[in-house]
């Protein structure tokens, strides 16, 4: 292919997505008044949540298959470029202070790398091999999980990210926003979330990005819930790294076990601020190295300790 013909191939690919299609009907919306296009975007955005569930059989498979993985040790990789790319960052970045993950167990790549998060990184996107270097720097396993994010589902590094990670013997998932992509194609788990053209034409940053911030939230929050993150509704591993946190931490204790802030504020002391622990500590009548000692053997879930505390 010519370098004059690949800007001709590449538009008409562009042309032939949902995401980038016009819509004729929305040509004067830059002449409404503010609250009619307000009523209109957020009509838009209420397409989305239908979308995401047409896709939850799909959904589920995949955290399921993520879980496995990470129960085992492995890690949940994001890859992706501009929107894409700093969503996965994200959602990586919210959970070692909500779930107190190790940074390094749920990881947020961006083409072109942190600089791509504020500023565009010219060709990063179009570098499958780039995509290739940054999961190199990882050194994959086979219990890792690799999930591509793209909302044409055409972005080479994300569709670079998930050929290579299979070809190391990873989990792959493919996020995109369009019907049989080529992401999703590439991928052990495609996961098509079509919300249709965009208020803004090609502006995926729009619907396409609420719906994709909607599946990494599912990915990473059931995951953890598999893994015994929560007990019940209540955030137990969080990580108390700051007032806020702190009192919350005091709260979550409060809501599962109803104690006196005494015996709370005694709780957490004893556990070095470990919501968790405390609870079993207060639920069970253990002592702090007891309660450590049975949330290790249970893998971190909580109410199994529980269990092997009364029984």
Not at 30 to 59: F, H, K, S, W, Y
Not at 65 to 84: P, Q, S, W
């Amino acid at each position: 292919m010519t370098s004059a013909s690949r800007p001709r191939d590449l538009r008409a690919q562009l042309a032939s997505l949902t995401t980038e299609a016009f819509r004729p009907e929305l040509a004067g919306i830059d002449r409404l008044p503010t609250l009619e296009i307000a009523r209109l975007m957020n009509g838009e955005d209420t397409a989305v949540p239908t979308a995401v569930a047409e896709q939850l059989p799909r959904i589920v498979a995949a955290i399921d298959a993520v879980a496995e993985r990470m129960r085992r040790g492995g890690r949940l990789v994001y890859a992706g470029a501009g929107t894409a790319g700093r969503l996965g960052v994200l959602d990586a970045s919210e959970c070692p202070p909500t779930f107190n993950t190790d940074p390094d167990r749920v990881v947020g790549l961006i083409a072109g790398g942190p600089d791509a998060m504020v500023t565009s990184v010219e060709g990063a996107e179009d570098s499958e091999e780039l995509a290739h270097r940054d999961l190199d720097a990882l050194k994959l396993t086979a219990e890792d999980t690799v999930v591509g994010i793209s909302a044409s589902g055409r972005t080479p590094y994300a569709i670079g990210a998930v050929e290579h990670a299979r070809a190391q013997g990873a989990l792959t998932i493919g996020l995109s926003c369009n019907r049989d992509s080529a992401l999703a194609a590439a991928a052990d788990h495609g996961i098509e979330v079509v919300v249709g053209p965009e208020l803004i034409t090609g502006s995926t940053r729009l619907k396409a990005g609420t719906a994709q911030k909607l599946v990494l939230n599912m990915l990473s929050t059931i995951t953890m819930i598999r893994l015994g993150k929560t007990y019940g509704n209540l955030m137990v591993d969080v990580r108390a790294s700051n007032d806020k946190l702190r009192a919350r931490s005091r709260r979550i204790v409060a809501l599962a076990t109803g104690a006196a802030d005494g015996e709370i504020e005694k709780a957490l002391t004893e556990t070095g601020g470990e919501v968790k622990n405390a609870i079993l500590v207060l639920l069970a009548g253990v002592d702090g190295p007891t309660a450590d000692r049975l949330l290790e053997e249970s893998g971190g879930h909580l109410r199994a300790a529980l269990a092997a505390a009364s029984g």
